[in-house]
């Protein structure tokens, strides 16, 4: 989840707009995460799972 949609409890204000110290911090936080810091480990463990059928799929289908 990106920052821009986010409303802070503290302050009602967006969280992108940094407000507050609450504001700040969790926008410093988001930030850090990185690419797949906000996906929930079920989903890339479901996301693995695909992958390897898919390929299991292909090297079925070529041999």
């Given at each position: 989840m990106t920052y821009d949609r986010l409303v802070c409890a503290n302050c009602?204000?967006?969280?992108?707009?940094?407000?507050?110290?609450?504001?700040?911090?969790?926008?410093?936080?988001?930030?850090?995460?990185?690419?797949l810091g906000g996906v929930n480990p079920m989903a890339l463990v479901a996301l693995l799972a695909v992958l390897i059928a898919a390929v299991a799929l292909l090297a079925h289908q070529t041999a």
């Open positions: 009602a204000a967006p969280v992108s707009e940094g407000r507050c110290s609450v504001c700040r911090a969790n926008r410093e936080r988001l930030q850090q995460e990185g690419f």
